[in-house]
């Protein structure tokens, strides 16, 4: 993945969250989705709920999701339980994005992802192509 597609990818999301949000683990992924340009709606999961309750909630509000939780033991179990409970419950969940920036960048957590979207911004604008993974 070069510079270009990871920004590309990146400005997908934003405007994909201008109608759909994206659920994320904590405030620092949050923070980061942010300073990317993400100005949706962001529900962070960490909120002491059971992953019933927080399902049960989302599922009343929301009828599409963007997963975008941690690529650590945490987060991909996470991902897999709260996408099957929210699918069941009738929610469209989209793990796209996540799948995409976890197997082409080397980082594993969402909150990595300003440093890397500024680096690749950088490099653009700054007329240096280097190739990521």
Same mark, same amino acid.
């Given at each position: 993945?070069?510079?270009?597609?990871?920004?590309?990818?990146?400005? #997908?999301?934003?405007?994909?969250?201008? $109608?759909?949000? +994206? &659920?994320?683990?904590?405030?620092? %992924?949050? !923070?980061?989705?942010? /300073?990317?340009?993400?100005?949706?709606?962001?529900?962070?999961?960490?909120?002491?709920?059971?992953?019933?309750?927080? #399902?049960?909630?989302?599922?009343?509000? $929301?009828?599409? +999701? &963007?997963?975008?939780?941690?690529? %650590?033991? !945490?987060?991909?179990? /996470?991902?897999?339980?709260?996408?099957?409970?929210?699918?069941?419950?009738?929610?469209?969940?989209?793990?796209?994005?996540?799948?995409?920036?976890?197997?082409?960048?080397?980082?594993?957590?969402?909150?990595?992802?300003?440093?890397?979207?500024?680096?690749? /911004?950088?490099?653009?604008?700054?007329?240096?192509?280097?190739?990521?993974?």
């Amino acid at each position: 993945m070069n510079d270009d597609r990871f920004l590309s990818l990146v400005d #997908s999301l934003i405007e994909k969250n201008e $109608y759909v949000p +994206v &659920i994320v683990e904590g405030i620092r %992924d949050e !923070r980061s989705l942010r /300073l990317i340009g993400l100005n949706g709606v962001i529900i962070i999961y960490n909120r002491g709920e059971t992953l019933n309750e927080f #399902s049960d909630r989302i599922s009343r509000m $929301y009828s599409e +999701v &963007i997963i975008l939780f941690d690529n %650590d033991r !945490r987060g991909r179990y /996470l991902t897999k339980s709260v996408k099957g409970l929210l699918e069941s419950r009738g929610v469209k969940v989209d793990i796209a994005y996540r799948e995409l920036i976890f197997s082409l960048l080397e980082i594993k957590g969402i909150e990595e992802l300003f440093t890397f979207y500024e680096e690749s /911004l950088d490099r653009k604008i700054n007329g240096k192509r280097r190739r990521v993974q």
